[in-house]
């Protein structure tokens, strides 16, 4: 009988210390929204920010093996109202992608907003930093918003596991390691 509760007392600490570490690790990767500035300029929102892109180690090999990995930057403008939900007043998914090239030995990072629409970069880490980072990304408007009434913009990143080699999809679908993505967050349109 007392070995019998010795032995549970032992198991619960070895149970809680492996929870401690699997949320450590867990809070180690991922994507976040650091910070989005929105602004209205008439015919778009132009929108400046940084997110943290850290990926788990099964993403960075496929990475670092020439696997391209696609994310997209998904924005969602509403109008806010006091009584019901917020309305919808439009919505942008912004294709991102990072991909290595051997031969030249370099990583390259396409976006919307880089010049050329794309940049490249000696390292891992440097391009996903680079990556992060941007300035002036233009959302066009279809309709001008109304000034008088208060808006805001909600944000998240994900990894787009539909842009994977089919081969590796039906692998990936079942990875907790390859659903990486941010969680929606607000913030307020500047007019």
Not at 87 to 116: C, G, H, M, Q, T
Not at 142 to 158: D, F, G, M, V
């Amino acid at each position: 009988m007392l070995a019998c509760k010795k032995t549970n007392k032992q198991l619960t600490f070895c149970l809680l210390l492996l929870i401690s570490f699997w949320s450590g690790v867990a809070s180690s990767r991922g994507f976040t929204m650091d910070r989005i500035e929105a602004r209205d300029d008439g015919d778009s929102i132009q929108v400046d920010g940084k997110l943290t892109l850290n990926l788990t180690d099964d993403v960075r090999k496929a990475l670092s093996k020439s696997i391209p990995l696609q994310l997209n930057m998904e924005f969602v403008l509403k109008r806010v109202r006091n009584y019901i939900w917020d309305k919808e007043v439009a919505i942008w998914v912004v294709p991102i992608a990072i991909f290595y090239k051997p031969v030249s030995d370099e990583y390259v990072i396409s976006r919307p907003d880089l010049f050329n629409q794309q940049e490249s970069f000696g390292n891992q880490h440097a391009a996903l930093e680079r990556l992060g980072v941007f300035k002036q990304l233009d959302l066009p408007l279809e309709q001008p918003i109304n000034h008088e009434k208060k808006y805001i913009l909600e944000a998240r990143i994900k990894l787009d596991l539909s842009k994977l080699p089919a081969m590796m999809r039906p692998l990936v679908y079942f990875s907790s390691s390859w659903h990486l993505n941010s969680k929606w967050t607000e913030w307020p349109l500047k007019h």
